[in-house]
C-alpha cells in the first residue's frame, strides 16, 4: 500500500492554509496505552486537536479481521469474511486462515494469522528449503481456484487435499509449478505443502529406521508406518493409514 507520510515534530504545531484561514493543530504522541481484548498492544498512534489517530494498516495487524490494500490508486478494506480485493501482489501480504483471497501463492516474509489469534511469519526452513515446513500451518488453503472456459468458468476456494485447476499462481517454494498440482494438509499438524514440495521433505526427513508397528507415527509427526515403509501422513495412503488405525483401536 502506498503511504503519506505527515511530517510533524512532537509537541509541534503544524498550519496548513484552508480557503485563506490559517488553522493550527498541537500534533503528540499518543500517550495512552492501547489493549486489545485486554492485550496491551504497541500501536503507534498520534493526537491531533484531542482526537487520537491510527494507521489503518496498523489497526488491521493489531486487531485482525480485515486487510487494507492499494489497488488501481484506491485505499481498499477487506473484511475476512468476504475479502474483495487482495492486499497486495508484490510485497508481503496478511493471510487470515479460512479466508479466501484471490491474487498469488504464499511467499516468505508473509503473515499468516491463525483462527485463535496467532500470527505465525512465514519462512524458509534451512534443511528443506520448503516455505512453511515446520510451522503448522497452510497458507495456500482458500487461493481462489478457477475451472473451465468462457461462461462456463467458474470460481472456488481450494481445499485441503484438492488439485488445483488453473496454471495462474506459479511454482511453489521448491519450484515446482503448481498447475494440476495436489495441495495435501497433515490431518496431524495441520501443516499444508504442494506435492512438489512434500517430496522434497519426504527426501530430506525421511526416517532413517524401521518402524515397530503398523501405524506407528514419526516423530516430527510427518510420517506413518505402514508394515513396509514410512508414508508421509499428508498423501492419500498415509491419511488411509490413519484413519484404519483410528477406526480399529
Not at 488439485?163 to 495441520?190: I, R
Request: proline residues 4%.
Amino acid at each position: 500500500m502506498k503511504r503519506f507520510a505527515l511530517g510533524f515534530i512532537i509537541g509541534g504545531v503544524i498550519c496548513s492554509a484552508l480557503t485563506g484561514f490559517a488553522v493550527e493543530y498541537a500534533v503528540t504522541a499518543n500517550p495512552f496505552p492501547i489493549k486489545v481484548d485486554g492485550v496491551e498492544k504497541s500501536i503507534e498512534g498520534y493526537n491531533i486537536n484531542d482526537s487520537t489517530y491510527f494507521k489503518l494498516r496498523d489497526v488491521a495487524d493489531a486487531v485482525g479481521g480485515f486487510t487494507v490494500g492499494f489497488t488501481n490508486n484506491t485505499i481498499t478494506i477487506s473484511t475476512s469474511q468476504e475479502p474483495s480485493e487482495p492486499t497486495s501482489t508484490d510485497g508481503a501480504i496478511t493471510i487470515y486462515e479460512g479466508q479466501t483471497r484471490d491474487n498469488r501463492l504464499a511467499r516468505e516474509g508473509d503473515t499468516f494469522v491463525k483462527a485463535d489469534g496467532t500470527r505465525v511469519v512465514l519462512k524458509i526452513d534451512e534443511v528443506t528449503g520448503v516455505l512453511g515446513y515446520g510451522q503448522g500451518i497452510a497458507p495456500d488453503v482458500g487461493i481462489m481456484d478457477e475451472f473451465g472456459q468462457g461462461d462456463q468458468m467458474t470460481t472456488f476456494p481450494l481445499k485441503p487435499n484438492t488439485e488445483l485447476m488453473t496454471n495462474k499462481y506459479g511454482n511453489d517454494s521448491t519450484g515446482a509449478w503448481t498447475a494440476a498440482s495436489f495441495y495435501n494438509v497433515n490431518p496431524l499438524t495441520g501443516e499444508g505443502h504442494w506435492n512438489g514440495e512434500w517430496a522434497v521433505i519426504s527426501q530430506k526427513t525421511h526416517p532413517q529406521t524401521p518402524g515397530t508397528v503398523f501405524g506407528e507415527i514419526s516423530e516430527d509427526k510427518n510420517f506413518i508406518w505402514d508394515d513396509e515403509e514410512w508414508v508421509y501422513l499428508a498423501c492419500d495412503n498415509g491419511r488411509s493409514i490413519l484413519e484404519y488405525v483410528n477406526t480399529h483401536q
